[in-house]
């Protein structure tokens, strides 16, 4: 029963990579692919993924960080608040970045009177959406490797004479390298397919805020080929990530954590 | 005094209050229970602990004190610490383990490195340099454990149960390692153990504690003569047998000769600490070679629960602690004659 039952969850997943492929049109692949927007949109695409993954790690490790280790009142309240990009629907967070970056939001107002800066319908924008909804990955697996961390081996390194920051820098980060590295990639996958806070905080303007996931869905009713074959090209970037990445950084990491 | 200190901690249930005072080259034991607050000790003088009371000074400087509120950083004290379960960093190899203080320290990395290697070749673990530390046995990794604790030269050198990790066989040449390095040690070194003779092998002070408080303190042989309580009486309860080596050999000063496993003590006068755990009884003589047989009468039998000790006169005076079974397969009673075996490996035999 167990392998006919989980066989069908394959072939859950297998087969719409399958219809893609059956519907591909691989004699004029390359074609499709130089031409038209797709690679303005794929290299949009990169630029806002890396720059969100950037900000996830810069930003998110010292949350992870507090969170595994700072007792404070309200930390599970705060967690959750942290986190809670990862189920809210997307496009519900591009709302609510709007209402607070947006050109009248909360902070965006300021943001434009004092500082010029705008967010909403700009590539910065993007990388904001994409931020928000990345960064939550990031965070629950570097915190859960830190929480399995076992703190004496920072104990050993201050009695070696170690800094707070060396035994950082030293030990703490380099024990929980894997986990970074894993939700690193999973921000980073995450902030490419993302789509709803994106065109909802930032527009779907081609060059600066159309990143591919905006591109195929635009494409699927102009050119359903176009939107093919950008669709197959993020499936293969994704799943050469996953594959690349060994197994265990994947399943420690995040098997630690649930 | 190098270190003087007075201990006020509040951990859980656990109320530790304890003064220390140690000269340069004291090599000290604490002896106790679990719980006993040995650890705690030694967590408060590295730093990874702050005082709630008292102080802590080292050569006149104060690494803590509350009603100062001064407290100095574990990073910044001239202390070593080596923990129970050695705590080697998985994530570098051998050297870098080594190397980690001084780089920590602001040493270069290739000068590190070089130091740390000269250190390893010390104690003969050259070729493991480059190795992970999980290619180390459990007595390598010792090794590797106290010489990264040493290479920033610390006064003060903290074991945590240094030899609980290891298993019998190896723990009697380690054993006799590590006291080889201690006392080549010139600053004060504390120990924590919960086993008598590695107190004897390693310390030539013992303090006693007990539920956060010293109990006693003193030499292993001035507290297994006198005991402060019954409690001390039975946690030093090893049987200490004074008298010379010679030629090797150890005689004692009844002239009961006694083998030890393959030792370094030089001729002289020289003192044998055997566990009363460690001996065996038997009705009639022992076949088979242990090397230490003697023929006692049994003077006193204690019986606690499922243990017994039984203190034993004739040829030499020993207290055996054995099962209660073991008593009663024996049929041993007060004045029986019995037979009672050690085996060389369990015999300490060390300077008097």
Request: glycine letters at 10%; aromatic letters at 6%.
């Amino acid at each position: 029963m167990i392998p006919v039952l989980g066989s069908v969850a394959i072939i859950f997943f297998v087969l719409p990579l399958a219809g893609l492929l059956w519907k591909a049109p691989w004699s004029s692949l390359w074609m499709a692919l130089s031409t038209g927007e797709a690679p303005t949109a794929l290299k949009l695409s990169i630029i806002c993924s890396v720059w969100a993954t950037g900000l996830s790690i810069v930003f998110g490790v010292p949350l992870a960080w507090m969170l595994a280790r700072i007792e404070f009142p309200g930390r599970s309240i705060i967690r959750a608040l942290c986190t809670l990009s990862m189920v809210v629907p997307p496009v519900v967070g591009g709302i609510a970045l709007l209402y607070a970056l947006g050109r009248r939001g909360l902070v965006g107002q300021y943001l434009l009177r004092w500082f010029g800066i705008r967010l909403p319908f700009t590539t910065a924008g993007v990388v904001v959406a994409q931020t928000f909804v990345a960064m939550p990955f990031l965070v629950i697996t570097v915190e859960g490797a830190l929480r399995q961390l076992d703190q004496r081996f920072e104990d050993a390194a201050r009695t070696l004479g170690a800094s707070r920051w060396y035994v950082l820098r030293r030990i703490t980060l380099p024990s929980v390298r894997p986990a970074l590295i894993a939700g690193a990639v999973l921000a980073w996958a995450r902030a490419l397919g993302e789509f709803g806070a994106t065109i909802t905080f930032a527009g779907s303007f081609p060059g600066t805020t159309r990143t591919m996931p905006l591109e195929v869905y635009l494409q699927l009713d102009t050119d359903p080929k176009q939107a093919i074959v950008m669709a197959l090209v993020l499936i293969a970037v994704s799943f050469v990530v996953l594959v690349s990445l060994r197994d265990r950084w994947l399943g420690t990491a995040i098997g630690r954590d649930r | 005094m190098s270190i003087d200190a007075h201990l006020v901690k509040r951990i859980g249930t656990l109320q530790l209050d304890v003064e220390l005072q140690l000269a340069d080259g004291a090599r000290v034991a604490l002896l106790g229970p679990n719980g006993a607050g040995k650890s705690t000790v030694l967590r408060c003088l590295a730093g990874l602990l702050e005082l709630d009371d008292g102080r802590i000074t080292q050569d006149g400087r104060v690494l803590d004190r509350p009603s100062s509120r001064v407290f100095v950083e574990p990073n910044s004290r001239a202390v070593g610490m080596m923990f129970q379960d050695y705590l080697l960093f998985a994530h570098l190899d051998v050297a870098d383990n080594v190397a980690f203080g001084l780089r920590a320290a602001g040493g270069s990395r290739r000068e590190s490195r070089r130091t740390a290697m000269q250190l390893l070749a010390d104690v003969g673990l050259e070729s493991m340099a480059a190795s992970s530390v999980g290619a180390l046995s459990g007595g390598q990794a010792q090794r590797v454990a106290l010489v990264r604790a040493l290479a920033t030269k610390p006064k003060l050198l903290l074991l945590d149960e240094p030899l609980a990790a290891l298993d019998a066989g190896t723990r009697v040449s380690v054993r006799r390692e590590l006291r080889q390095r201690l006392q080549k040690f010139e600053g004060v070194s504390v120990i924590v153990t919960h086993d008598p003779v590695d107190a004897f092998a390693l310390a030539d002070m013992v303090v006693v504690l007990d539920a956060g408080r010293m109990v006693q303190q003193g030499s292993l042989a001035e507290l297994a003569v006198r005991p402060a309580n019954r409690y001390v009486a039975e946690l030093v309860g090893v049987n200490l047998i004074e008298g010379v080596v010679s030629v090797g050999r150890f005689i004692s000063n009844d002239g009961v000769a006694i083998s030890a496993a393959d030792h370094d003590q030089a001729d002289g006068p020289a003192v044998v600490t055997v566990r009363p755990q460690a001996i065996s009884l038997y009705g009639t003589m022992p076949t088979g070679s242990p090397r230490n047989v003697w023929r006692c009468n049994v003077v006193e039998l204690d019986i606690q629960g499922s243990r017994a000790r039984v203190r034993l006169g004739g040829t030499i005076q020993l207290v055996a602690e054995v099962t209660t079974e073991a008593i009663g397969a024996l049929e041993v009673h007060v004045g029986s004659q019995v037979w009672a075996t050690v085996k060389a490996t369990d015999v300490e035999l060390g300077p008097a």
